[in-house]
C-alpha cells in the first residue's frame, strides 16, 4: 500500500464550486504539505503543517485553506474555484528536522497528486 | 533565502550518450540540496540528497551529483542514458524550518 495517498486522483469542476482535496499517510510523519504543479513553474508551497495544531501558510496560500484533522490526514478546499487554480496538487510529508534526538534532512515523501480541472 | 535555478527546461539525448542536468543553487547556510524524478502521471520520487557527507552524492538507477560550493552548482549526471529515464526532474533546497524550495524543473527526452 502506497504511503501517501490522495482522493481524487482526477476532478472536473466548474467556477465557484468548493472543491476539497484529501490526502493520509501511513509513514508516522508530523509534517505535511500541501504543492500545486504548474507547467514550468516547478512545484509552489500552497500550505503546511508541522503537528496537528500548527497550519501555516505557504507562498501561494490564496484561495486555498486547508484542515489538519489528524497526524495521518490533511486536506485542501478551494472555497470558490477558479480557473487559473486548475493545476496537479500534491501532498507530501517529512519527518521533523530533530528526530528521536537525531538530526533529519527533511526528505519529503509525495502523494500521487491530484489533477484538478476549473472549467 | 534559498533558491535553486535549473537551467534548460528542455533536454533531449539519446540512448546511451552522457546525461547532465543542472542546477545551481543560492544559500546563506551549507545547504541540503535534493534530486527528485517525476514520471508521467506519478508523484515525485527521491533521485538523491546532499546533506554534507560528501560532495559526491549517488542515487537510484546510477544517477549521481557532485556538490560543487565554488561553482554553486549541484548537477545531475548519469553515465548512460535509457529510454525508461524520460521524465521531469526537479533540483530543491531546504529552506528555512524544513520546508523546500524547487526549481522550475527539467524534461528529460531521451531518443532511441
Known amino acids: 500500500d502506497a504511503d501517501v495517498t490522495q482522493t481524487p486522483r482526477n476532478r472536473i469542476t466548474k467556477t465557484g464550486k468548493r472543491i476539497m482535496l484529501e490526502c493520509s499517510q501511513t509513514?508516522?510523519?508530523?509534517?505535511m504539505y500541501w504543492y500545486r504543479q504548474d507547467p514550468g513553474l516547478g512545484l509552489r508551497l500552497i500550505y503546511y503543517?508541522?503537528?496537528?495544531?500548527?497550519?501555516n501558510k505557504g507562498e501561494i496560500s490564496d484561495g486555498y485553506s486547508v484542515s489538519r484533522q489528524a497526524q495521518a490526514k490533511f486536506s485542501l478546499s478551494l472555497e470558490s474555484a477558479i480557473p487559473n487554480q486548475t493545476a496537479l496538487y500534491f501532498c507530501a510529508t517529512s519527518a521533523p528536522s530533530v528526530d528521536g534526538g537525531r538530526r533529519q534532512n527533511n526528505e519529503q515523501f509525495f502523494g500521487p497528486g491530484t489533477r484538478l480541472t476549473v472549467l | 533565502a534559498q533558491s535553486v535555478t535549473q537551467l534548460g527546461s528542455h533536454v533531449s539525448v539519446s540512448e546511451g550518450a552522457l546525461v547532465l542536468l543542472r542546477c545551481n543553487y543560492s544559500s546563506s547556510v551549507p545547504p541540503y540540496l535534493f534530486w527528485y524524478v517525476q514520471y508521467p502521471n506519478q508523484g515525485l520520487q527521491l533521485l538523491l540528497k546532499?546533506?554534507?557527507?560528501?560532495?559526491l552524492v549517488k542515487g537510484i538507477n546510477d544517477f549521481e551529483a557532485e556538490f560543487k560550493k565554488s561553482e554553486t552548482s549541484f548537477h545531475l549526471t548519469k553515465p548512460s542514458a535509457h529510454m525508461s529515464d524520460a521524465a521531469e526532474y526537479f533540483c530543491a533546497v531546504r529552506t528555512s524550518y524544513g520546508k523546500l524550495t524547487f526549481g522550475q524543473g527539467t524534461i528529460l527526452t531521451v531518443h532511441p
Open positions: 509513514k508516522g510523519h508530523d509534517r
Open positions: 546532499y546533506t554534507s557527507a560528501a560532495t
Open positions: 503543517s508541522f503537528d496537528v495544531k500548527d497550519i
